[in-house]
T-cell receptor, first 110, second 111 residues
Framework: NAGVTQTPKFQVLKTGQSMTLQCAQDMNHEYMSWYRQDPGMGLRLIHYSVGAGITDQGEVPNGYNVSRSTTEDFPLRLLSAAPSQTSVYFC?????????FGPGTRLTVT | GIQVEQSPPDLILQEGANSTLRCNFSDSVNNLQWFHQNPWGQLINLFYIPSGTKQNGRLSATTVATERYSLLYISSSQTTDSGVYFCAGGGGVQGAQKLVFGQGTRLTINP
């Protein structure tokens, strides 16, 4: 099992550009989430999904879109990047109460 | 929404020392978890502990739900225990999915 994988590991964007952060899991988990972590802070929930075709907003959803067409994949889209979206992004899947985190994507928006 | 406060923010100890990390919640939670983020950024589940006490090796956790706090104990610290420890909680029917994280306790274990 690869667990939860995220690509890319690093990305630099210019303000206004769009991009998709990829997240995939091979554990057949129904629940998946996206978090962002800013320096010196804990994780904040952006969006989550309770199964294919079902997504909902978390604490900080503005500026981000998600979709869940398959159980395995949960991409996060930045429609028009802003410097405030500079952060480390973590994807997670969940089985029962155990969360499995990906290695993260470090995004810088200039 | 739920507010999560962790203390202390930073802790520096020598190898072999014991430590206690605290997490306070502003409201009742039915899902409370502790995580460790290692110095390379990887996040690992430590405990799911909405109430009571659990132990896993040198780590143990206690949650007193009625008083809205949880404690993480690390005994005989090793340098590999270094990193940031987060607690996170959630309430209501979506408590398992909509976790709110504290700001973390950064633990440094010196050899």
């Amino acid at each position: 099992n690869a667990g939860v994988t995220q690509t890319p590991k690093f990305q630099v964007l210019k303000t206004g550009q769009s991009m998709t952060l990829q997240c995939a899991q091979d554990m057949n988990h129904e629940y998946m989430s996206w978090y962002r972590q800013d320096p010196g802070m804990g994780l904040r929930l952006i969006h989550y999904s309770v199964g294919a075709g079902i997504t909902d907003q978390g604490e900080v959803p503005n500026g981000y879109n998600v979709s869940r067409s398959t159980t395995e994949d949960f991409p996060l889209r930045l429609l028009s990047a802003a410097p405030s979206q500079t952060s480390v992004y973590f994807c997670a899947s969940r089985h029962a109460y155990e969360q499995y985190f990906g290695p993260g994507t470090r995004l810088t928006v200039t | 929404g739920i507010q999560v406060e962790q203390s202390p923010p930073d802790l520096i100890l020598q190898e072999g020392a014991n430590s206690t990390l605290r997490c306070n919640f502003s409201d009742s939670v039915n899902n409370l978890q502790w995580f460790h983020q290692n110095p390379w950024g990887q996040l690992i589940n430590l405990f799911y502990i909405p109430s009571g006490t659990k132990q896993n090796g040198r780590l143990s956790a206690t949650t007193v739900a009625t008083e809205r706090y949880s404690l993480l104990y690390i005994s005989s610290s090793q340098t590999t225990d270094s990193g940031v420890y987060f607690c996170a909680g959630g309430g209501g029917v979506q408590g398992a999915q909509k976790l709110v994280f504290g700001q973390g306790t950064r633990l440094t274990i010196n050899p």
